[in-house]
């Protein structure tokens, strides 16, 4: 069995000195892929809207049509998305319990 409390002095050589910082230059220079995404979301497009029609939109428009069109035609995977953007994804829980006992006969040609 595993000792659950190793010695750690070989580890003091390496540790941060009390009040040191772990990464004392900071984040490099740049912007985060979502700062990226959120500005190219704005950007204005020719897109297709839910009724098929060419106009000038922004990025996040055209996908919410894009979405809304594929919902109408059918998939599960938008229309979930679609709720779970209005509404939040359901987080209840359900647990069944079953008392009674089922039995089922087959009644029919045996393949044993």
Do not use: C
Not at 26 to 38: A, D, E, N, Q
Not at 43 to 60: A, F, Q, R
Not at 63 to 77: A, N, P, Y
């Amino acid at each position: 069995m595993a000792n659950p409390n190793p010695p750690t002095d070989h580890l003091k050589e390496t540790q941060w000195k009390e009040g040191q910082s772990g990464n004392p230059a900071g984040k490099p220079p740049g912007k985060h892929r979502s700062t990226i995404l959120r500005e190219l979301m704005d950007l204005v497009i020719s897109g297709e809207d839910m009724h098929g029609l060419i106009k000038e939109m922004p990025v996040e428009a055209a996908l919410m049509h894009s979405l809304i069109r594929e919902g109408l035609e059918g998939d599960i995977q938008a229309i979930k998305e679609i709720q779970d953007s209005l509404y939040g994804k359901n987080t209840d829980k359900q647990e069944i319990k079953q008392d009674t006992k089922i039995e089922f006969s087959w009644k029919g040609k045996s393949d044993v």
